[in-house]
Protein backbone atom coordinates (compact mmCIF):
# COMPACT_ATOMS: atom_id res chain seq x y z
CA UNK A 1 0.00 0.00 0.00
CA UNK A 2 1.27 3.26 -0.89
CA UNK A 3 1.34 6.11 2.06
CA UNK A 4 -0.66 8.65 -0.94
CA UNK A 5 -3.33 5.74 -0.96
CA UNK A 6 -3.37 5.71 3.13
CA UNK A 7 -7.03 7.01 4.65
CA UNK A 8 -6.03 9.58 7.84
CA UNK A 9 -8.57 10.68 10.13
CA UNK A 10 -7.25 14.07 11.64
CA UNK A 11 -10.33 15.38 13.31
CA UNK A 12 -11.41 12.44 16.04
CA UNK A 13 -11.34 12.71 19.71
CA UNK A 14 -10.98 10.66 22.66
CA UNK A 15 -11.66 11.33 26.96
CA UNK A 16 -8.54 10.00 27.88
CA UNK A 17 -9.48 7.72 31.19
CA UNK A 18 -7.66 9.91 33.40
CA UNK A 19 -9.33 13.46 32.29
CA UNK A 20 -12.77 11.23 31.79
CA UNK A 21 -12.58 10.19 35.63
CA UNK A 22 -11.87 13.98 36.41
CA UNK A 23 -14.89 14.66 34.56
CA UNK A 24 -17.10 12.42 36.73
CA UNK A 25 -15.74 13.83 40.04
CA UNK A 26 -17.43 17.16 38.90
CA UNK A 27 -20.67 18.52 40.43
CA UNK A 28 -21.17 21.50 38.09
CA UNK A 29 -20.37 21.59 34.29
CA UNK A 30 -18.12 20.30 32.16
CA UNK A 31 -18.80 16.74 33.25
CA UNK A 32 -19.97 13.74 33.48
CA UNK A 33 -23.22 12.39 35.30
CA UNK A 34 -24.99 9.40 35.84
CA UNK A 35 -28.89 9.24 35.42
CA UNK A 36 -31.91 6.90 34.72
CA UNK A 37 -33.83 6.72 31.87
CA UNK A 38 -37.14 6.81 31.50
CA UNK A 39 -36.89 2.36 30.82
CA UNK A 40 -34.97 2.02 33.84
CA UNK A 41 -31.49 1.46 32.56
CA UNK A 42 -28.62 3.95 33.98
CA UNK A 43 -26.99 5.77 31.29
CA UNK A 44 -23.43 8.20 31.66
CA UNK A 45 -24.27 11.51 30.24
CA UNK A 46 -21.56 14.21 29.70
CA UNK A 47 -22.10 17.78 30.37
CA UNK A 48 -19.34 20.40 28.09
CA UNK A 49 -21.80 23.80 28.75
CA UNK A 50 -24.26 24.71 31.60
CA UNK A 51 -26.96 25.62 28.88
CA UNK A 52 -26.31 22.06 26.50
CA UNK A 53 -29.36 21.31 25.20
CA UNK A 54 -30.84 18.05 25.93
CA UNK A 55 -29.17 17.54 29.10
CA UNK A 56 -26.11 17.29 27.62
CA UNK A 57 -25.06 13.82 25.21
CA UNK A 58 -25.40 9.91 26.46
CA UNK A 59 -21.25 8.87 26.28
CA UNK A 60 -20.14 5.18 26.93
CA UNK A 61 -16.72 3.66 25.83
CA UNK A 62 -16.52 4.37 22.55
CA UNK A 63 -15.06 7.74 24.25
CA UNK A 64 -12.30 6.52 26.05
CA UNK A 65 -11.62 2.37 25.03
CA UNK A 66 -9.01 2.61 22.45
CA UNK A 67 -10.28 -0.98 21.35
CA UNK A 68 -13.47 0.89 20.64
CA UNK A 69 -11.38 3.64 17.99
CA UNK A 70 -9.50 0.81 16.19
CA UNK A 71 -13.00 -0.94 15.79
CA UNK A 72 -14.62 1.97 14.60
CA UNK A 73 -11.24 2.59 12.12
CA UNK A 74 -11.43 -1.07 10.71
CA UNK A 75 -15.21 -0.84 9.89
CA UNK A 76 -14.44 2.35 7.63
CA UNK A 77 -11.20 1.13 6.29
CA UNK A 78 -9.40 4.22 7.98
CA UNK A 79 -5.63 2.80 8.71
CA UNK A 80 -4.15 5.79 10.92
CA UNK A 81 -5.50 8.74 13.00
CA UNK A 82 -4.47 11.53 14.60
CA UNK A 83 -6.28 11.69 17.69
CA UNK A 84 -6.93 14.78 19.98
CA UNK A 85 -8.55 15.30 23.67
CA UNK A 86 -12.53 16.69 23.23
CA UNK A 87 -13.52 19.58 24.68
CA UNK A 88 -13.56 21.27 27.19
CA UNK A 89 -10.06 20.89 27.45
CA UNK A 90 -8.78 22.53 30.39
CA UNK A 91 -9.55 26.18 30.24
CA UNK A 92 -12.10 25.88 33.13
CA UNK A 93 -9.83 25.30 35.65
CA UNK A 94 -6.96 27.25 37.95
CA UNK A 95 -3.91 27.29 36.38
CA UNK A 96 -1.50 24.46 38.85
CA UNK A 97 -4.20 21.58 38.52
CA UNK A 98 -4.36 22.91 34.22
CA UNK A 99 -0.53 22.42 34.16
CA UNK A 100 -0.23 19.25 36.06
CA UNK A 101 -2.86 17.81 34.21
CA UNK A 102 -1.65 18.78 31.06
CA UNK A 103 1.38 17.53 31.61
CA UNK A 104 -0.41 14.12 32.65
CA UNK A 105 -3.09 13.91 29.54
CA UNK A 106 0.25 14.47 27.09
CA UNK A 107 2.10 11.57 29.01
CA UNK A 108 -1.35 9.38 28.55
CA UNK A 109 -1.45 9.99 25.11
CA UNK A 110 1.78 9.66 23.95
CA UNK A 111 1.21 5.72 25.48
CA UNK A 112 -2.04 5.79 24.20
CA UNK A 113 -0.67 6.12 20.63
CA UNK A 114 3.16 4.87 21.06
CA UNK A 115 1.86 1.29 21.66
CA UNK A 116 -1.20 1.04 19.33
CA UNK A 117 -0.67 -1.08 16.59
CA UNK A 118 1.37 -1.05 13.56
CA UNK A 119 1.22 -0.39 9.88
CA UNK A 120 4.28 -1.60 7.87
CA UNK A 121 3.08 -1.91 4.01
CA UNK A 122 4.79 1.27 3.27
CA UNK A 123 7.52 0.29 3.47
CA UNK A 124 8.06 2.52 6.58
CA UNK A 125 6.53 1.29 9.70
CA UNK A 126 3.67 3.37 10.80
CA UNK A 127 1.40 3.40 13.95
CA UNK A 128 -2.46 3.87 13.66
CA UNK A 129 -2.31 5.85 16.55
CA UNK A 130 -0.88 9.40 16.29
CA UNK A 131 -1.93 12.37 19.07
CA UNK A 132 -2.39 16.10 19.20
CA UNK A 133 -0.98 17.05 22.70
CA UNK A 134 -2.87 19.55 25.04
CA UNK A 135 -1.72 23.00 26.65
CA UNK A 136 -3.08 24.02 30.04
CA UNK A 137 -4.18 27.68 28.33
CA UNK A 138 -5.93 29.09 31.24
CA UNK A 139 -5.59 32.81 33.07
CA UNK A 140 -2.73 33.01 35.23
CA UNK A 141 -0.70 30.26 33.21
CA UNK A 142 2.94 31.87 33.13
CA UNK A 143 5.09 31.77 30.05
CA UNK A 144 7.29 29.60 31.35
CA UNK A 145 4.18 26.61 31.80
CA UNK A 146 3.31 27.12 28.19
CA UNK A 147 6.53 26.44 26.77
CA UNK A 148 7.68 24.04 29.21
CA UNK A 149 4.54 21.97 27.78
CA UNK A 150 5.52 22.98 24.25
CA UNK A 151 8.76 21.27 24.85
CA UNK A 152 7.29 18.05 26.57
CA UNK A 153 4.71 17.88 23.27
CA UNK A 154 8.15 18.39 21.20
CA UNK A 155 9.49 15.61 22.51
CA UNK A 156 6.73 13.50 22.63
CA UNK A 157 7.29 11.39 19.58
CA UNK A 158 3.76 10.26 18.73
CA UNK A 159 2.29 13.35 19.33
CA UNK A 160 2.52 15.49 15.86
CA UNK A 161 0.43 19.00 17.28
CA UNK A 162 -1.45 20.57 19.69
CA UNK A 163 -5.35 21.33 20.15
CA UNK A 164 -6.35 24.08 21.33
CA UNK A 165 -9.72 26.19 21.65
CA UNK A 166 -10.58 29.84 21.02
CA UNK A 167 -9.98 31.81 24.06
CA UNK A 168 -6.08 31.51 25.15
CA UNK A 169 -5.99 32.40 28.32
CA UNK A 170 -8.79 34.46 28.48
CA UNK A 171 -8.00 37.29 25.63
CA UNK A 172 -8.22 34.83 22.79
CA UNK A 173 -5.49 33.68 20.57
CA UNK A 174 -5.17 37.40 19.07
CA UNK A 175 -3.06 38.19 22.95
CA UNK A 176 -0.14 39.83 23.07
CA UNK A 177 0.73 37.81 25.71
CA UNK A 178 1.11 34.53 23.46
CA UNK A 179 3.74 35.74 21.31
CA UNK A 180 6.06 33.54 22.72
CA UNK A 181 3.89 30.37 22.57
CA UNK A 182 3.55 31.15 18.66
CA UNK A 183 6.83 31.37 18.07
CA UNK A 184 8.19 28.04 20.06
CA UNK A 185 5.06 26.27 18.34
CA UNK A 186 6.45 27.26 15.20
CA UNK A 187 10.00 26.36 15.84
CA UNK A 188 8.96 22.98 16.77
CA UNK A 189 7.40 22.34 14.10
CA UNK A 190 3.74 21.76 15.34
CA UNK A 191 0.59 21.66 13.89
CA UNK A 192 -2.00 23.90 15.81
CA UNK A 193 -5.69 21.92 15.54
CA UNK A 194 -7.90 25.47 16.10
CA UNK A 195 -11.08 23.70 17.47
CA UNK A 196 -13.86 25.58 18.94
CA UNK A 197 -15.72 24.98 21.73
CA UNK A 198 -18.43 28.00 23.42
CA UNK A 199 -20.15 28.75 19.91
CA UNK A 200 -21.60 32.21 20.09
CA UNK A 201 -23.98 33.83 22.60
CA UNK A 202 -26.69 31.27 23.23
CA UNK A 203 -29.62 33.87 22.99
CA UNK A 204 -29.28 33.97 18.83
CA UNK A 205 -31.06 30.46 19.21
CA UNK A 206 -34.29 31.48 20.61
CA UNK A 207 -36.35 29.67 22.72
CA UNK A 208 -37.48 27.01 20.58
CA UNK A 209 -36.30 23.60 21.24
CA UNK A 210 -34.18 22.49 18.24
CA UNK A 211 -31.72 20.28 20.41
CA UNK A 212 -27.92 20.46 18.99
CA UNK A 213 -28.25 21.97 15.87
CA UNK A 214 -27.69 25.22 15.55
CA UNK A 215 -24.59 25.90 18.36
CA UNK A 216 -22.98 22.84 16.02
CA UNK A 217 -24.25 23.71 12.55
CA UNK A 218 -23.45 27.41 12.88
CA UNK A 219 -22.10 28.44 16.22
CA UNK A 220 -19.20 26.07 15.98
CA UNK A 221 -18.22 27.53 12.48
CA UNK A 222 -18.78 31.11 13.91
CA UNK A 223 -16.54 30.97 16.58
CA UNK A 224 -13.85 29.57 14.65
CA UNK A 225 -14.21 31.88 11.61
CA UNK A 226 -14.25 35.11 14.37
CA UNK A 227 -10.77 33.57 16.16
CA UNK A 228 -9.10 33.13 13.15
CA UNK A 229 -9.70 36.31 11.22
CA UNK A 230 -8.73 37.94 15.24
CA UNK A 231 -5.07 36.03 14.39
CA UNK A 232 -4.97 36.97 10.57
CA UNK A 233 -5.43 41.04 12.01
CA UNK A 234 -3.11 40.45 14.94
CA UNK A 235 -0.51 40.11 11.80
CA UNK A 236 0.99 36.51 13.51
CA UNK A 237 1.37 34.43 10.23
CA UNK A 238 3.13 37.77 8.95
CA UNK A 239 5.33 37.55 12.26
CA UNK A 240 5.27 33.74 12.48
CA UNK A 241 5.02 32.77 8.80
CA UNK A 242 5.88 29.46 9.12
CA UNK A 243 3.25 28.69 12.06
CA UNK A 244 0.87 25.93 10.75
CA UNK A 245 -2.60 26.29 11.84
CA UNK A 246 -5.47 23.67 10.87
CA UNK A 247 -9.26 24.45 11.03
CA UNK A 248 -11.96 22.74 12.32
CA UNK A 249 -15.10 22.29 10.26
CA UNK A 250 -13.37 23.25 7.18
CA UNK A 251 -12.43 26.92 8.17
CA UNK A 252 -16.45 27.53 9.36
CA UNK A 253 -17.81 30.25 7.59
CA UNK A 254 -14.23 32.11 6.99
CA UNK A 255 -13.56 30.71 3.33
CA UNK A 256 -17.05 32.16 2.43
CA UNK A 257 -16.53 35.59 4.09
CA UNK A 258 -12.83 35.98 3.09
CA UNK A 259 -13.37 38.59 0.31
CA UNK A 260 -16.10 40.72 2.61
CA UNK A 261 -13.10 40.54 5.08
CA UNK A 262 -10.34 41.68 2.96
CA UNK A 263 -12.55 45.13 1.46
CA UNK A 264 -13.75 45.48 5.57
CA UNK A 265 -9.56 45.77 6.21
CA UNK A 266 -9.12 47.80 2.99
CA UNK A 267 -11.69 50.32 4.22
CA UNK A 268 -10.92 50.72 7.94
CA UNK A 269 -7.95 52.88 8.73
CA UNK A 270 -7.00 51.19 11.66
CA UNK A 271 -6.13 47.64 9.72
CA UNK A 272 -5.80 48.88 6.43
CA UNK A 273 -2.35 49.48 6.46
CA UNK A 274 -1.19 46.56 9.37
CA UNK A 275 -1.19 43.43 6.96
CA UNK A 276 1.81 42.68 5.29
CA UNK A 277 -0.87 40.99 2.42
CA UNK A 278 -4.39 41.08 1.28
CA UNK A 279 -6.33 39.41 3.94
CA UNK A 280 -7.76 36.61 1.11
CA UNK A 281 -4.02 35.16 0.67
CA UNK A 282 -3.64 34.04 4.28
CA UNK A 283 -6.04 31.34 3.79
CA UNK A 284 -3.98 29.95 1.75
CA UNK A 285 -1.42 29.53 4.61
CA UNK A 286 -4.08 27.50 6.56
CA UNK A 287 -4.91 24.07 7.11
CA UNK A 288 -8.25 22.90 6.70
CA UNK A 289 -10.00 19.77 7.76
CA UNK A 290 -12.70 18.04 4.86
CA UNK A 291 -15.56 17.65 7.41
CA UNK A 292 -17.61 19.40 5.33
CA UNK A 293 -20.18 16.57 4.42
CA UNK A 294 -20.86 18.26 0.43
CA UNK A 295 -18.68 18.33 -2.84
CA UNK A 296 -20.10 21.92 -3.49
CA UNK A 297 -18.83 22.71 -0.01
CA UNK A 298 -15.04 21.49 0.01
CA UNK A 299 -15.06 22.53 -3.66
CA UNK A 300 -15.52 25.75 -2.72
CA UNK A 301 -12.85 25.73 0.13
CA UNK A 302 -10.81 24.64 -1.84
CA UNK A 303 -10.81 27.08 -4.63
CA UNK A 304 -10.29 30.22 -2.04
CA UNK A 305 -7.37 27.85 -0.33
CA UNK A 306 -6.05 27.88 -4.15
CA UNK A 307 -6.80 31.15 -5.12
CA UNK A 308 -4.74 32.80 -1.83
CA UNK A 309 -1.19 33.62 -3.67
CA UNK A 310 -2.63 35.93 -6.08
CA UNK A 311 -3.39 37.88 -3.52
CA UNK A 312 0.02 38.33 -2.05
CA UNK A 313 -0.63 41.81 -2.65
CA UNK A 314 -2.31 44.16 0.34
CA UNK A 315 -3.48 46.13 -2.57
CA UNK A 316 -4.55 43.04 -4.71
CA UNK A 317 -8.05 43.04 -6.88
CA UNK A 318 -10.90 41.26 -6.33
CA UNK A 319 -10.26 39.50 -9.70
CA UNK A 320 -6.43 38.88 -9.48
CA UNK A 321 -7.61 35.24 -9.59
CA UNK A 322 -9.39 35.38 -13.06
CA UNK A 323 -8.43 32.14 -15.08
CA UNK A 324 -7.37 30.14 -12.55
CA UNK A 325 -10.40 27.79 -13.35
CA UNK A 326 -9.80 24.84 -11.24
CA UNK A 327 -5.90 25.18 -11.31
CA UNK A 328 -6.79 26.96 -7.86
CA UNK A 329 -9.17 24.05 -6.59
CA UNK A 330 -6.32 21.42 -7.45
CA UNK A 331 -3.73 24.11 -5.80
CA UNK A 332 -6.30 23.95 -2.42
CA UNK A 333 -6.21 20.76 -2.30
CA UNK A 334 -2.99 19.94 -0.73
CA UNK A 335 -4.38 22.09 2.75
CA UNK A 336 -7.27 19.66 3.17
CA UNK A 337 -7.34 16.73 5.23
CA UNK A 338 -10.19 13.93 6.00
CA UNK A 339 -11.51 13.65 9.58
CA UNK A 340 -14.83 12.27 10.96
CA UNK A 341 -15.32 14.02 14.40
CA UNK A 342 -15.44 10.67 15.98
CA UNK A 343 -16.86 9.82 18.42
CA UNK A 344 -19.50 12.45 18.06
CA UNK A 345 -22.46 12.16 15.56
CA UNK A 346 -23.01 8.49 15.97
CA UNK A 347 -25.68 7.31 13.58
CA UNK A 348 -29.00 7.35 15.53
CA UNK A 349 -30.05 4.20 14.05
CA UNK A 350 -28.28 0.78 14.42
CA UNK A 351 -25.90 0.99 11.30
CA UNK A 352 -22.58 -0.53 11.09
CA UNK A 353 -21.05 2.79 8.87
CA UNK A 354 -21.66 6.15 10.01
CA UNK A 355 -22.79 8.65 7.69
CA UNK A 356 -20.50 11.60 9.63
CA UNK A 357 -17.48 8.93 7.59
CA UNK A 358 -19.49 7.90 4.63
CA UNK A 359 -20.70 11.98 3.71
CA UNK A 360 -17.46 12.78 4.44
CA UNK A 361 -15.78 10.52 1.84
CA UNK A 362 -18.62 10.82 -0.90
CA UNK A 363 -18.22 14.34 -0.24
CA UNK A 364 -14.21 14.15 -1.53
CA UNK A 365 -14.98 11.75 -4.15
CA UNK A 366 -17.44 14.05 -5.44
CA UNK A 367 -15.28 17.28 -6.08
CA UNK A 368 -15.20 18.04 -9.30
CA UNK A 369 -12.00 18.97 -10.07
CA UNK A 370 -10.37 16.85 -8.44
CA UNK A 371 -8.48 13.97 -9.80
CA UNK A 372 -7.26 10.73 -8.33
CA UNK A 373 -4.46 12.25 -6.87
CA UNK A 374 -6.02 14.98 -5.57
CA UNK A 375 -8.59 12.95 -3.49
CA UNK A 376 -5.93 10.56 -2.44
CA UNK A 377 -4.08 13.18 -0.83
CA UNK A 378 -7.03 14.68 0.86
CA UNK A 379 -7.84 11.44 2.17
CA UNK A 380 -4.51 10.84 3.51
CA UNK A 381 -1.49 11.71 1.38
CA UNK A 382 -1.58 15.26 3.23
CA UNK A 383 -1.82 14.15 6.77
CA UNK A 384 1.56 11.49 5.62
CA UNK A 385 3.31 14.83 4.44
CA UNK A 386 1.93 17.52 7.00
CA UNK A 387 2.61 15.40 10.32
CA UNK A 388 5.64 13.45 9.13
CA UNK A 389 4.44 10.13 9.02
CA UNK A 390 6.58 8.80 6.61
CA UNK A 391 9.65 8.94 9.31
CA UNK A 392 7.58 8.16 12.04
Known amino acids: MAARKL ?19 RDVAPRIFSRTTPTGKTEERLLILDNEPSGGRPIG ?3 WDRDEKLKFMDRHGINVSIIS ?22 EDLESYCSTSPSISETGTTIKRLYGFGLLPLVPNISTTALLEIVDQISRLPHLKGIIMGTKGIGNGLDDDALEPLW ?4 RANLVVFLHPHYGVD ?23 TTATTRLILSGVFDRHPDLRILLAH ?40 AVAYGSEELGFVSDVIGRAERFSSPTASADASKGLGFEKRVIGSSRMLFGTDHPFFPPLKESDQWKSVVENLEAIDGVDGWGDSEKDAVRGGNAVRVFGLESA
Open 202 to 224: SSAWGDKDNGHVLPLALGFPFET
Open 183 to 186: AAIA
Open 61 to 63: PQY
Open 250 to 289: SGGTLPQLSSRLASCVDHDPVVASRLQHDARYYLGKLYFD
Open 85 to 106: SANPWLDFLPAPTAHKLAGELN
Open 7 to 25: LVDIHTHVYLPRYASFLRS
